[in-house]
């Protein structure tokens, strides 16, 4: 691991910048700014709980202490996804635990082909945050279009339409859920956009070049397994 | 022996008494009386895609069951009232023509512009009823089941009968009724 030195003085600045713009929201949306505190709080103590997970795995150095920090972030996906979605948790269990399952193992399985073991926690970390993405907007699309198109569906199996084709259409409307904010991320030009990865890959000390590379293999991996998991999830979702 | 879908003391959910009818070939019946929720149910209980409380459905003396569905939905052309997403949802677009015509089972219908424009215009009733109408009827299926049709289609419809199909429709319009071969009073 490459260490960072950070300046106090540099930090302390921050600080301040950042009290002097949460100030702005306290003069002038009061309920906005509570929810900022709000969000930095949670989004510190995440990273520091995620850090420390990693950093217990970088230091025993161990194959089975990089599966534990894999099978704990499955589990703290599958969790929030469930959350997110509490209403129908017994309903998409069995498609969340499927997708996440064989999503990480699809996406995460093939880029650690391509990679060395020591980008095994920052690639799996990247295709789990895709993949939960991914499975919210797949399964709450695919069970909204199937809650508002009963008549439609009605009307195609009534007239010919198998039970398959009279999905179909909720299907394609989920399908697209799934691919379209990562399309919408990749379409845009990356001056504006630059990838918070590429960025920590050169702030890892990782050559340009690399990065590059990585990079596209990793958008390539993080596709195949958001599309194979909204598969897997449609498939084992109850109707 | 003429062809012939039977409801014997069927009763439906939301509905107070069973329903009894026989619906023979070449004849009109139209279910009336009662809630039109209850009617619409009983149509779809026909296709197997309501359950029923009691009662059984039958064609041709086999009953309607997880065997015989398929069966028996191949033998069926169903006409909604309308076709609008639950909720009024704008964003749900309903299968359209073309769509009925790539399943699987329709593609050996026989369909073009022309033959379902002049079907449509045969029906007489507005766009919208009319092609929903048409659509079902160049499905060419021996058993047709329209909910609440329009009712300057109800000679058409009596035809579509007297050519040779069961007609089973839901309505309460007096035009239909009085061409109805069957009245069941809910």
Request: aromatic residues 6%; glycine residues 6%.
């Amino acid at each position: 691991m490459i260490g960072i030195d950070i300046s106090f003085w540099g930090v302390a600045l921050l600080v301040v910048l950042l009290l002097a713009s949460v100030g702005i929201f306290k003069l002038t949306d009061h309920r906005e700014m509570m929810r900022v505190l709000k969000v930095f709080g949670l989004m510190t103590g995440q990273v520091m709980v995620i850090g420390l997970g990693v950093w217990l795995a970088y230091k025993t150095g161990a194959w089975w202490a990089d599966l534990l920090w894999l099978v704990l972030m499955l589990v703290l996906a599958g969790a929030w996804i469930l959350f997110v979605m509490r209403k129908q948790w017994k309903q998409i269990l069995l498609s969340v635990v499927a997708a996440l399952a064989t999503g990480t193992l699809v996406g995460g399985g093939t880029m650690m082909l391509c990679l060395s073991g020591r980008f095994f926690i920052p690639v799996m970390g990247m295709i789990i945050a895709h993949l939960v993405v991914s499975i919210i907007g797949t399964l709450q699309t695919y069970q909204r279009s199937l809650m508002h198109t009963e008549t439609h569906r009605q009307y195609m199996l009534a007239n010919g339409a198998s039970l398959l084709e009279s999905l179909m259409p909720s299907v394609r409307r989920a399908l697209r859920a799934t691919v379209q904010p990562q399309l919408r991320t990749m379409a845009q030009p990356l001056l504006v956009t630059m990838p918070l990865l590429f960025i920590g890959m050169l702030l890892g000390g990782v050559s340009p070049a690399t990065a590059v590379i990585v990079m596209i293999l990793l958008m390539m991996a993080a596709f195949v397994s958001t599309v194979v998991a909204a598969i897997i999830a449609l498939y084992c979702f109850k109707r | 022996m003429k062809s012939m879908l039977e409801l014997n003391d069927v009763l439906v959910e939301g509905a107070s008494k069973t329903v009894s009818m026989l619906a023979k070939e070449r004849e009109m019946t139209c279910l009336t009386g009662g809630s039109v929720e209850v009617r619409s149910h009983l149509l779809l209980a026909m296709l197997g895609l309501k359950t029923v409380k009691s009662g059984f459905i039958s064609i041709d003396g086999e009953p309607l069951n997880k065997q015989t569905v398929k069966a028996f939905r191949k033998m069926m052309a169903y006409v909604p009232n309308e076709l609008v997403a639950d909720g009024e949802v704008v964003v749900y677009e309903p299968p359209t023509v073309q769509d009925v015509f790539e399943w699987k089972e329709n593609r050996d219908a026989a369909i073009s512009n022309g033959l379902l424009e002049e079907e449509i215009k045969r029906t007489m009733a507005p766009r919208d009823k009319a092609q929903l109408l048409a659509v079902a009827v160049l499905r060419k299926r021996p058993i047709l089941l329209v909910d609440q049709p329009h009712a300057l289609s109800a000679d058409y419809l009596h035809r579509l009968a007297q050519n040779g199909l069961i007609v089973i429709v839901n309505s309460d319009d007096a035009e239909i009724l009085r061409v109805s071969d069957e009245v069941i009073e809910l």
